[in-house]
Every structure is written in C-alpha cells, then in structure tokens.
C-alpha cells in the first residue's frame, strides 16, 4: 500500500493543513477508484473505506491481487466539513459533489472537485459511496445513472439486495459519479444504509460487495474466498412509491428501513409539537419493503418525503 496525498487545504491560522489523502494498491494500472465521503456527515462512506483499505492491505500481502490490476481508495473529500460539523463546505455552504469536473483556478472547492477528478479519472471502474440529499437510511443497494456509458450488468456482481437505475437529471451533470461515465469509467453508487451514523454490519456487508466485483472484474484472483453475495433484483427510481407528509410535526416511526409492509400498514406518525396530538398516521401505500426510511425524532414540514417502498413485485424476500 502507498500512501499519497491529492490535495491539501489551509483552513485559518489555528488550524493545521488538512489533507486529501489516497490509498494506492496494487500495480500502477487504473482498474478501480473507490471515492468515500464528499460531504462531512458522511461518517459510514468513511467506514466503508477504513474497512476496505483493512482488507485490500490484506489481499495485497497475501499476494491475491492480480498483476494487472491498481486500486486506488479516497476516503474523505471533505475533512475540513466534518471536523466543524458541517455537511457542506463550511465557508461558502457549496458541495463537493456538485462541483465536478472542477477547475483548477476556481474556488476551494472547484480546485479540490479537480485535484480529485484528475486522480481517479481514467481508472476502468469507479465507486462512489454516496449519501442522500435528506437523512434517512436506504436498504444497502447499488444505483447508476442512465447516462447511455453505463455497464449496467457489471451492477449485479456486487451481490447486494438491488440494483437502481435512475435517470439523470440536470442539477447531477456536475456530480463525480456522472462525470466519472462521461470521461469513460464504468461508474456506480453504493448506499451503505446510514449516513450520520456508524453501521458495522451493513459496512461490512458493503466491503464483501466491492470486494465481490473486483473479482469479477478480475482484479482479484479466482481463488480468492469472499462471503456471498445474494440475488440481485433490478428497480426503477421512478416505480418506488413514496409517502409525503401532509402536515408537520414531530414525526416517529414505528417500523425501520428494510421492514416488510402491508398496504395500509402504518410505518410512523407525525404529532403536534405542542399537544403531542397525533396529526398524521404515516402508511404504506402498497406492500412491499421499505427501502427508504427518514431518520427519527426530527421536525419535519409539509409535503416532505418521509419513505418510499419496493413495490412486492419486485422485492426480494429475505
């Protein structure tokens, strides 16, 4: 393993230089680029890397990379963002995420989307581990955008639960994973459930997945043993349904992302703040799974997306 650093940021005169740092395995070829957290509550996305870069050193000492193939993994864009508490770059409130490709002569965060962009750009497969723009917690699943450059058979060697196909809208031209298939890598996202919070199994079950396609992208020799993965079922974006709120309130949920549901079934309910009264019984509108659930105990407001359910056809029961 090699140790280099992309990008260095200098934040104020108390703090010391914060860096961008990657983690290189294997040969100098550009097989696999692996790009964690991006925005600063991302805490499990950098999880996911600590326990990947455990396993790649592993792999590599054992000698169970193959000749050809070169890893690189960078677990954290945004230092700067998480050390404050931020979500976004502290100083102007912009996203990593939606600064790619970059530029070199722009602002902070333009020339830190660039320094990584020309570092993983190029490499055969990209991953990216992404968070949602609301707080929640996903069933782990694999998604990629339509772009027309996609791979979207490559997504079923992960191994995870569901495979996402999303159409990409205007405002997701200037993320990575975007870019990524434009400029000719096989580009996806994993969700590995939690954002804000540490999820060891659902990590780990994340790094088995990433580890499962590198062998069957031949990065990996045959003979390397990994956990096995499960069947993989394609979905939509467009066919999840998804429940709103229709007042606001202190919304609490009763059922947890990944529960099987009923039509009807009542997955939470939002109260008066004030009167503790119950407004609003959150239900299913179909049966199915529960593949999006927002996160508890938060004020919420109107006409806001509180879940979304896998309809039963397309469920894989566990």
């Not at 961008?20 to 499990?44: H, M, N, P």
């Not at 939690?194 to 994340?206: E, L």
Request: with cysteine.
């Amino acid at each position: 393993m090699e140790k280099k650093t992309i990008f260095t940021f200098s934040a104020l005169p108390y703090r010391q230089k914060i860096p961008v740092d990657g983690y290189y395995f294997g040969s100098r070829d550009k097989s696999l680029a692996i790009v964690g957290s991006t925005r600063g509550d991302e805490y499990q996305q950098i999880f996911v890397c600590g326990l990947l870069i455990q396993a790649l050193r592993k792999l590599e000492a054992a000698g169970d990379f193959a000749a050809d193939a070169g890893v690189v993994v960078i677990p954290s864009a945004s230092q700067f963002s998480m050390n404050v508490g931020k979500r976004f770059w502290p100083m102007d409130n912009t996203d990593i995420n939606r600064m790619f490709p970059g530029y070199d002569q722009g602002e902070t965060t333009q020339r830190l989307a660039n320094s990584i962009f020309e570092e993983v750009r190029g490499y055969a497969n990209g991953i990216q581990l992404a968070s949602f723009y609301l707080p929640g917690e996903f069933v782990p699943h694999v998604r990629y955008m339509n772009t027309g450059y996609h791979k979207s058979d490559d997504g079923l060697a992960f191994g995870l639960q569901y495979l996402m196909t999303r159409e990409p809208a205007p405002i997701d031209t200037t993320t990575l994973n975007y870019n990524w298939q434009v400029f000719g890598s096989n580009a996806f996202s994993i969700y590995a459930k939690s954002t804000g919070r540490i999820d060891p199994k659902a990590a780990r079950r994340v790094v088995a997945a990433i580890l499962r396609y590198m062998r069957y992208k031949g990065m990996l020799k045959e003979g390397v043993k990994l956990p096995a993965g499960r069947e993989t079922v394609r979905i939509d974006s467009a066919g999840l349904r998804k429940q709103l709120s229709h007042v606001g309130g202190f919304v609490h949920f009763a059922l947890k992302v990944g529960d099987y549901v009923d039509e009807g079934t009542v997955v939470g309910q939002i109260f008066d703040p004030f009167t503790a009264e119950c407004l609003e019984e959150l239900k299913s509108p179909c049966s199915g799974q529960l593949f999006y659930v927002r996160s508890d105990c938060v004020a919420v407001s109107e006409h806001e997306l509180m879940f979304s359910v896998t309809p039963i056809e397309q469920v894989v029961v566990i």
